[in-house]
């Protein structure tokens, strides 16, 4: 058994769940079939969960990329990036003419063997018990096509099949990232939050900002 970190907006549980290792443009890219998704090998993470998080310090991170056989750039048209005053990002469905800067985030990719264990970790994290039904945070995990190359410096952008964690809504009090870069905004929020107050942790945690 794993213990997991179930995510909530003002404190942090811990869940327990048993692990499962069976082998098994700036737009949003068309929909992937059920058929491809029961192949997906990896997890579009936009926020807590990207391997080069360094600002957050939830203790999720470390144990989710544990064991990745890649970590890479990946960018995700259709949605606007949102957090809440706690320091939760999330991915909110735009409309079909918003031109939205693309999340960037990061590609995950775990081996076959463990990476049905990798998605019952996030989908406890996010709180999600099947696939495309709101969890009760508002997530839905569903399966995606991310661009690796930014579409804005390459318009022919190689894709890839992934799984992500989105809402249709934003939360209530949440404010946009308008550049669609969590760690980025994260990073520049600590350096502003030092400067402005001498002899402050940098990077100290991230509940809020």
């Known amino acids: 058994r794993t213990t997991a970190i179930l995510r909530t907006s003002n404190h942090t549980q811990r869940y327990n769940h048993t692990d499962h ?4 443009t700036d737009k949003q890219p068309d929909k992937v079939s059920d058929t491809d ?20 310090n939830q203790p ?12 890479q750039d990946a960018w995700l048209g259709g949605y606007k990036l949102y957090m809440t005053p706690g320091g939760y990002p999330h991915a909110v469905k735009c409309s079909a003419d918003d031109s939205a800067t ?6 995950i990719t775990f081996p076959v ?10 989908d406890s994290i996010e709180g999600v018990s099947e696939p495309s039904k709101e969890s009760i945070y508002g997530y839905s995990r569903i399966p995606v096509k991310v661009m690796l190359t930014d579409a804005k410096l390459h318009p022919a952008a190689q894709t890839r099949q992934t799984w ?17 870069d969590y760690v980025h905004h994260m990073r520049e929020a600590s350096t502003h939050s030092s400067a402005v107050s001498p002899g402050s942790k940098s990077g100290s945690g991230s509940s809020t900002i």
């Open 21 to 24: 290792t069976d082998n098994h």
């Open 37 to 56: 998704a029961a192949d997906i090998q990896s997890i579009f993470a936009y926020g807590t969960l990207r391997d080069d998080d360094d600002v957050s």
């Open 60 to 71: 999720w991170t470390k144990p989710f990329i544990e064991s990745a056989v890649s970590c």
């Open 102 to 107: 693309p999340l960037k985030g990061r590609l």
């Open 113 to 122: 063997s463990i990476i049905q264990s990798k998605v019952s970790m996030a």
């Open 164 to 180: 992500a964690y989105v809402k249709t809504k934003a939360d209530d009090g949440a404010f946009e990232i308008a550049e669609g």
